[in-house]
C-alpha cells in the first residue's frame, strides 16, 4: 500500500516557522480531501487542518492564523506553512485522508515528521 511520506520537520524556538510538505503517490489523492494531523506523548493523535481536492480548508481553531494548508493536485503533495509556533504545537506530525474518509481496505498512517518547539 502506499503511505504518505512526510516531511519538514525540525526544532525551531517559539515565533519560529516550519513548512511542512506530504508526498502521496496514490490514486486516491486526486478525490479526497487530505489532512494534517499530529500527535504528542501527552495526547492522542489530533486533527490540524484539512483541504478539498477543490481547495477548501478547515483549520484546527488553536493554530486558526498561524498555520495554512494547500495542496498540489498535479503533483500530489500536501502542505502545511506554520507560523508563530508554540510549545503547545510540538508533536509528530501526519498527513493523511481523514480517517472517517477512509475508503474499505484503507487503514495506514507514514511515519510522520517530528516538530519540536523549544526555547
Known amino acids: 500500500q502506499v503511505l504518505p511520506v512526510e516531511s519538514g520537520g525540525g526544532l525551531v524556538q517559539p515565533g519560529g516557522s516550519l513548512r511542512l510538505s506530504c508526498i502521496f503517490s496514490s490514486s486516491l489523492f486526486r478525490t479526497n480531501a487530505m489532512g494534517w494531523f499530529r500527535q504528542s506523548p501527552e495526547k492522542q493523535r489530533e486533527w490540524v487542518a484539512q483541504?478539498?481536492?477543490?481547495?477548501?480548508?478547515n483549520i484546527r481553531d488553536s493554530v486558526e492564523g498561524r498555520f495554512t494548508i494547500s495542496r498540489d493536485n498535479a503533483k500530489k503533495t500536501v502542505v502545511l506553512e506554520m507560523t508563530n509556533l508554540k510549545p503547545e504545537d510540538t508533536g509528530v506530525y501526519y498527513c493523511n485522508i481523514p480517517p472517517s474518509s477512509w475508503p474499505p481496505g484503507y487503514s495506514t498512517w507514514g511515519k510522520g515528521t517530528q516538530v519540536t518547539v523549544s526555547p
Open positions: 483541504i478539498t481536492p477543490g481547495g477548501f480548508s
